[in-house]
């Protein structure tokens, strides 16, 4: 069986003193700190929809105050009369019973504006004597034809739900609060409260019964969802998870379907709950019980679900593609999920995050799944581009530097669009994001390919895939080695340009060849000597293995590059004549590797050593190890121009006097 491509980088986490903030890995958190879980408000309005227990078609929200409303409505009827003179007497009047003053009369209105008097008669009624639930005026009110009720009709059964409520009577504020929302739909006027909108929350709060008011709770998260009215759903839903544990504690004796998926969203991980639905053999499989039983570990009852789901299901097929991919079925897993990409990355049903780095796009999450199963078959091409896809850089940094062929990795590269702009487009960002844009990875890639023909010996194809600046650098470079192979040269003058091209490699050897992940991190711009990965651990497919072994760098140890360094100092070493010049070059050869790789570097102590008569060389003898530097000699040492031998021998010569 093919072995998953493992890659152990660091998990986002937050940032800590110690290193930066780091995305999250496909290839190595997908199946212990990847979670895909249901979105439980898009499953709530689902639920409440296939039940019927909202309109499809949302209510206004009020954006007016009550009295605004009240002069607004007022002046629109009485405007279709043809006068205003009433306005004033009814204004007084509203603001009296607003303010409990009960005893002040209604003032004299037409026929057709009586409902707004008869509305504040029956409010004045209620704060009067606090026993009332249904007050006289009211009742005279819905008594009214419907055309002279237009306005008030909802106010009237929404105000009856809430006094309802108030005095202990759930099912009658309910019928009230679903006669509000009836007038709402059936009576074509102005909803300048939003009092059948808010009505949906006020019926879920004023429930007793738990089975009902679970129900309820349903009704207003989801139509609160549906709406936008997220301030309102997150509080409705905040009383619901409540409401739900306390049932699963309790249990229901007889609870609707609707009331039974709404408990299943909140009861993961709780398989007790599993026989509570076993109970019910005449509920409706839906993919969201199907998803209950994969999240609850029990994959043989959820594939015995999905066989009742619909074919075409988003959530069922996603259930599909991931017990695919358990079983090892990848082939399977694959055409699924492809098959049903656009449909599942533009769907709300699925939340998909990391453990440390939060949500991921739902696009991210199914280009970065397809990506694993693309590498776990071997189809490295394939998961390269889908970690592209995903923004997942660190997963499409490792199959580009180590699991394609260099040449494909280039045609690859030069598909780019970005690798089309001129100018400075080719500046590569800081850090990597867990969804890194498109365009930054392209731009990230094109230059791991450059430091990658470099390690291979091909700096000249390397050079159009770099960012500006350091294709100058690298040209600066190549030029210090051809002027060291120059047989026009001295010497001595060979050996101060390869000594140049040394430093370079020092000092901007990361930049020139690291590598972006092991060894060197040119990622992390080196600062960090892991972020979690460990090429012992980097398993691939048995048929790739030694294509990783081939990519590997030489050597291949944590800043490579500066070894190189130190050979090429040493070979400069060898090609001057003059000791003093030989020495500083030894010097910092040594130097470079010393601390890191000391059994390496004492090949260049005991050369310099042996250099009689020399200062440093017999500081060197005498310590037995590599002393420190003038200060001429450290700016030399650290210096990425090109210095020449006379400068170069004075140095040394002179650390006698330092």
């Given at each position: 069986?093919?072995?998953?491509?493992?890659?152990?980088?660091?998990?986002?986490?937050?940032?800590?003193?110690?290193?930066?903030?780091?995305?999250?890995?496909?290839?190595?958190?997908?199946?212990?700190?990847?979670?895909?879980?249901?979105?439980?408000?898009?499953?709530?309005?689902?639920?409440?929809?296939?039940?019927?227990?909202?309109?499809?078609?949302?209510?206004?929200?009020?954006?007016?105050?009550?009295?605004?409303?009240?002069?607004?409505?007022f002046t629109k009827k009485a405007e279709q009369l043809g006068g205003?003179?009433?306005?004033?007497?009814?204004?007084?009047?509203?603001?009296?019973?607003?303010?409990?003053?009960?005893?002040?009369?209604?003032?004299?209105?037409?026929?057709?504006?009586?409902?707004?008097?008869?509305?504040?008669?029956?409010?004045?009624?209620?704060?009067?004597?606090?026993?009332?639930?249904?007050?006289?005026?009211?009742?005279?009110?819905?008594?009214?034809?419907?055309?002279?009720?237009?306005?008030?009709?909802?106010?009237?059964?929404?105000?009856?739900?809430?006094?309802?409520?108030?005095?202990?009577?759930?099912?009658?504020?309910?019928?009230?609060?679903?006669?509000?929302?009836?007038?709402?739909?059936?009576?074509?006027?102005?909803?300048?409260?939003?009092?059948?909108?808010?009505?949906?929350?006020?019926?879920?709060?004023?429930q007793t019964n738990l089975a009902m008011r679970i129900e309820r709770?349903?009704?207003?998260?989801?139509?609160?969802?549906?709406?936008?009215?997220?301030?309102?759903?997150?509080?409705?839903?905040?009383?619901?998870?409540?409401?739900?544990?306390?049932?699963?504690?309790?249990?229901?004796?007889?609870?609707?379907?609707?009331?039974?998926?709404?408990?299943?969203?909140?009861?993961?991980?709780?398989?007790?709950?599993?026989?509570?639905?076993?109970?019910?053999?005449?509920?409706?499989?839906?993919?969201?019980?199907?998803?209950?039983?994969?999240?609850?570990?029990?994959?043989?009852?959820?594939?015995?679900?999905?066989?009742?789901?619909?074919?075409?299901?988003?959530?069922?097929?996603?259930?599909?593609?991931?017990?695919?991919?358990?079983?090892?079925?990848?082939?399977?897993?694959?055409?699924?999920?492809?098959?049903?990409?656009?449909?599942?990355?533009?769907?709300?049903?699925?939340?998909?995050?990391?453990?440390?780095?939060?949500?991921?796009?739902?696009?991210?999450?199914?280009?970065?799944?397809?990506?694993?199963?693309?590498?776990?078959?071997?189809?490295?091409?394939?998961?390269?581009?889908?970690?592209?896809?995903?923004?997942?850089?660190?997963?499409?940094?490792?199959?580009?530097?180590?699991?394609?062929?260099?040449?494909?990795?280039?045609?690859?590269?030069?598909?780019?669009?970005?690798?089309?702009?001129?100018?400075?487009?080719?500046?590569?960002?800081?850090?990597?994001?867990?969804?890194?844009?498109?365009?930054?990875?392209?731009?990230?890639?094109?230059?791991?390919?450059?430091?990658?023909?470099?390690?291979?010996?091909?700096?000249?194809?390397?050079?159009?895939?770099?960012?500006?600046?350091?294709?100058?650098?690298?040209?600066?470079?190549?030029?210090?080695?051809?002027?060291?192979?120059?047989?026009?040269?001295?010497?001595?003058?060979?050996?101060?340009?390869?000594?140049?091209?040394?430093?370079?490699?020092?000092?901007?050897?990361?930049?020139?060849?690291?590598?972006?992940?092991?060894?060197?991190?040119?990622?992390?711009?080196?600062?960090?000597?892991?972020?979690?990965?460990?090429?012992?651990?980097?398993?691939?497919?048995?048929?790739?293995?030694?294509?990783?072994?081939?990519?590997?760098?030489?050597?291949?140890?944590?800043?490579?590059?500066?070894?190189?360094?130190?050979?090429?100092?040493?070979?400069?070493?060898?090609?001057?004549?003059?000791?003093?010049?030989?020495?500083?070059?030894?010097?910092?050869?040594?130097?470079?590797?010393?601390?890191?790789?000391?059994?390496?570097?004492?090949?260049?102590?005991?050369?310099?050593?042996?250099?009689?008569?020399?200062?440093?060389?017999?500081?060197?003898?005498?310590?037995?190890?590599?002393?420190?530097?003038?200060?001429?000699?450290?700016?030399?040492?650290?210096?990425?121009?090109?210095?020449?031998?006379?400068?170069?021998?004075?140095?040394?010569?002179?650390?006698?006097?330092?």
């Amino acid at each position: 069986m093919i072995k998953r491509l493992y890659l152990l980088l660091m998990a986002a986490v937050p940032v800590f003193a110690c290193g930066p903030y780091f995305p999250s890995s496909y290839l190595s958190d997908y199946n212990d700190r990847f979670e895909a879980d249901l979105n439980p408000a898009v499953e709530l309005e689902l639920i409440a929809l296939e039940y019927h227990l909202i309109d499809e078609a949302p209510f206004p929200d009020g954006t007016y105050t009550t009295l605004q409303a009240e002069k607004l409505d007022f002046t629109k009827k009485a405007e279709q009369l043809g006068g205003q003179e009433w306005l004033t007497d009814y204004m007084a009047y509203a603001k009296s019973v607003r303010a409990a003053e009960t005893n002040v009369p209604a003032p004299a209105v037409p026929n057709h504006l009586q409902e707004f008097t008869l509305y504040l008669e029956g409010t004045a009624e209620f704060r009067a004597d606090e026993k009332v639930t249904f007050p006289q005026a009211w009742r005279e009110l819905l008594a009214l034809d419907v055309s002279n009720r237009l306005y008030r009709t909802e106010w009237v059964y929404y105000m009856r739900g809430n006094l309802a409520g108030a005095h202990g009577m759930p099912e009658q504020a309910g019928k009230s609060y679903a006669a509000c929302r009836t007038a709402a739909r059936e009576i074509p006027a102005r909803h300048s409260l939003g009092l059948a909108h808010a009505s949906y929350k006020r019926d879920y709060l004023c429930q007793t019964n738990l089975a009902m008011r679970i129900e309820r709770g349903l009704a207003a998260t989801g139509y609160y969802h549906r709406t936008g009215d997220f301030a309102r759903r997150d509080h409705c839903m905040n009383h619901l998870r409540l409401d739900v544990t306390q049932a699963s504690q309790e249990g229901l004796s007889t609870p609707s379907a609707a009331v039974l998926e709404t408990m299943a969203l909140f009861n993961i991980g709780k398989t007790d709950f599993i026989r509570t639905l076993e109970q019910h053999p005449d509920l409706k499989i839906t993919p969201r019980l199907a998803w209950f039983m994969y999240k609850n570990g029990e994959p043989r009852k959820a594939a015995a679900y999905l066989e009742h789901c619909p074919a075409d299901d988003i959530l069922a097929n996603w259930l599909r593609y991931r017990l695919a991919q358990r079983s090892g079925r990848t082939d399977e897993a694959i055409e699924k999920l492809r098959q049903w990409l656009n449909g599942l990355q533009h769907s709300r049903r699925i939340i998909y995050r990391f453990d440390y780095t939060g949500t991921v796009s739902p696009a991210s999450a199914l280009h970065g799944s397809l990506g694993t199963l693309y590498a776990d078959r071997g189809q490295m091409l394939d998961a390269l581009e889908s970690f592209v896809a995903a923004g997942a850089y660190p997963d499409a940094a490792l199959i580009a530097e180590r699991y394609v062929e260099t040449d494909d990795l280039q045609r690859y590269v030069d598909a780019f669009q970005s690798r089309t702009s001129k100018g400075p487009a080719n500046r590569v960002d800081d850090w990597p994001q867990t969804e890194t844009p498109r365009n930054s990875i392209e731009l990230r890639l094109s230059y791991l390919l450059a430091r990658r023909l470099f390690r291979e010996g091909r700096p000249q194809e390397a050079l159009p895939y770099y960012p500006t600046e350091i294709g100058y650098i690298l040209q600066t470079y190549l030029h210090a080695l051809k002027e060291s192979r120059s047989f026009w040269n001295s010497w001595n003058t060979r050996a101060a340009h390869l000594y140049h091209a040394a430093r370079i490699m020092r000092w901007k050897g990361m930049e020139l060849c690291g590598t972006e992940l092991y060894p060197d991190y040119t990622i992390v711009e080196g600062f960090f000597p892991s972020i979690g990965i460990e090429h012992e651990s980097a398993v691939a497919p048995e048929n790739m293995r030694p294509l990783y072994d081939k990519t590997a760098p030489i050597p291949n140890q944590r800043f490579h590059y500066r070894q190189i360094a130190a050979e090429q100092a040493g070979d400069a070493a060898v090609l001057a004549w003059n000791r003093h010049q030989k020495a500083m070059m030894l010097w910092s050869a040594g130097t470079w590797i010393k601390d890191r790789h000391p059994d390496a570097a004492d090949v260049y102590y005991k050369k310099l050593a042996r250099l009689h008569f020399q200062s440093l060389a017999k500081t060197a003898d005498a310590i037995r190890w590599f002393p420190e530097g003038s200060d001429a000699m450290q700016q030399i040492h650290h210096s990425e121009q090109y210095i020449r031998p006379r400068k170069l021998s004075d140095a040394a010569k002179a650390y006698a006097a330092y």
